[in-house]
DNA sequence: GAGAGTGTTGTAAC
DNA sequence: GGTTACAACACTCT
C-alpha cells in the first residue's frame, strides 16, 4: 500500500531516469485507469518529462510544456516500474540488482514472504500468490516480466524504455490537469510530515479542534497528508497512545509525542525504501526495506517488541489497527 | 462455493 | 461543517 515513504522513493528513483524523457506514446491496456481523462494518450504524446513533484500519496510529472501536469495516484495495488527495453523482453534484470548489493526482488519472494502454489492462467503470466489474506500478491520474477497481466497503462518513451503503471485492483488512475488546477488540488491536502510545514504549531491546532479518533485523524489527507493505515499504526505506538482515543481527551504531553512520532516514523520509512507489504516496488523494481522494521503493523498475536505483550488487532473507522495493549494507553 | 478480509479515496448520508 | 459508512476492485483464505 503505498503511502507517502512509498510514493517519495518511487519518486526518487523515477526523478533521474525520467527527467528529459519524451513520450512516444501512451499504451492503454485498460481504460478503467483513465477514466478520468480518456484523452490522456493523445496530450501526452510528444511531451518531455521535466520533474517529478509529489503531494502526499499523489505524483505530479511535469513538463517541459509548463502549462501541463501528469498526475498518478496509486491507491493501494499500484506500481510505477521504470523499465529499459532489456527488462521488457523478459531478461534477468535482477540478476545485476542482487551483484549491487541490493535486495533482489526474486530474494524476497522466497524467503520474506511465504509464495505458495505457483497459479498460470492461460496467456497470462505466472504470479505466485501469497499463503495469508490479502488480496495482494507477492513479488516474483514472474512480476518483472513487463508488461504482466496486471500492467495497465505503459507510457512509451522515444528511447525505446518505457513506464509501466501495474494495478492489480484496478482503484489507481492517471490523469493530466492543467498546472492552475494542480495547484488547486496540492492546497486540499493537510501539513506533511516530512515538509516545513508540518509545524508544531499547526499540529496542535489540529488537535485543538477535532472531536474525531486518532486514527481518523491520522488517516484524513486534508488535515495531515501522506500517512496511511501501516504509518498510522506505527505513530500511534511510537506515541504510546491507542489510535481509537478521542483526540479531545489527548494530553499535551501525548500531542507533543506523536508530533514527533510522525516526523521520526515517515523519516525512518523514507531512509529504508518505503514498506513492501503486499505490492510496492519502487521505479526500479525493488521492495521497501522497512517491513522488518514495523512494531506493531501485521504483529496480531506476536510479543511486543517494547514489553512483550501480545499485539492486538482491532477495527477502527473501517481499517484493520494494530496496538500494544500495555505500551499504549 | 459463499462470505470475509485487505485499504485509499470520493461521495452520500447522517 | 464535521463525521461516518460504503462502493469501487481482484484475489485469497476460511
Known amino acids: 500500500m503505498p503511502e507517502l515513504p512509498e510514493v517519495e522513493t518511487i519518486r526518487l528513483s523515477l526523478f533521474t531516469p525520467l527527467r528529459g524523457k519524451k513520450i512516444a506514446r501512451v499504451e492503454v491496456r485498460h481504460p478503467k485507469i483513465l477514466r478520468l481523462d480518456p484523452k490522456l494518450p493523445t496530450i501526452l504524446k510528444g511531451q518531455t518529462i521535466s520533474s517529478i513533484d509529489r503531494i502526499g500519496k499523489l505524483l505530479i510529472l511535469r513538463f517541459q510544456k509548463k502549462e501541463l501536469a501528469l498526475l498518478i495516484h496509486l491507491k493501494m495495488t499500484g506500481q510505477l516500474i521504470y523499465a529499459s527495453g532489456a527488462k521488457r523482453a523478459g531478461l ?31 496467456g497470462l503470466p505466472a504470479v505466485a500468490h501469497r499463503a495469508k489474506a490479502g488480496g495482494g500478491h507477492s513479488l516474483t520474477q514472474a512480476d518483472l516480466k513487463l508488461p504482466h497481466a496486471h500492467s495497465r497503462v505503459i507510457i512509451h518513451f522515444d528511447d525505446d524504455t518505457a513506464l509501466y503503471l501495474n494495478d492489480l485492483r484496478l482503484f489507481a488512475y492517471m490523469r493530466t490537469a492543467p498546472t492552475e488546477e494542480v495547484t488547486k488540488i496540492v492546497a486540499t491536502y493537510g501539513i506533511e510530515p516530512l515538509q516545513p510545514n508540518f509545524t508544531w504549531p499547526a499540529f496542535q491546532k489540529i488537535f485543538a479542534k477535532r472531536k474525531t479518533i486518532l486514527k481518523a485523524v491520522l488517516l484524513n489527507q486534508e488535515v495531515i497528508s501522506g500517512i496511511g493505515n501501516i504509518y498510522a499504526d506505527e505513530i500511534c505506538y511510537a506515541a504510546g497512545v491507542l489510535p481509537t482515543r478521542n483526540v479531545q481527551k489527548l494530553k499535551p504531553d501525548e500531542v507533543k509525542k506523536l508530533f514527533a512520532a510522525c516526523k521520526k516514523i515517515m523519516k ?42 501480545a499485539i492486538e488487532k482491532t477495527v477502527t473507522v473501517g481499517r484493520g489497527t494494530h496496538f500494544c495493549p500495555n505500551c499504549q494507553t
Open 268 to 309: 525512518e520509512a523514507v531512509a529504508s525504501g518505503g514498506t513492501t507489504f503486499h505490492s510496492f516496488l519502487n521505479g526500479d523494481s525493488r521492495p521497501g526495506g522497512y517491513r522488518s522494521k514495523l512494531r506493531v503493523y501485521g504483529r496480531k498475536g506476536q510479543p511486543c517488541k517494547r514489553c512483550g505483550t
Open 92 to 122: 534477468p534484470a535482477v540478476a545485476h540488482k542482487a551483484k549491487s548489493g541490493l535486495p533482489a526482488v526474486a530474494h524476497k519472494a522466497k524467503s520474506g514472504l511465504p509464495a505458495v502454489a505457483l497459479k498460470a492462467k492461460s
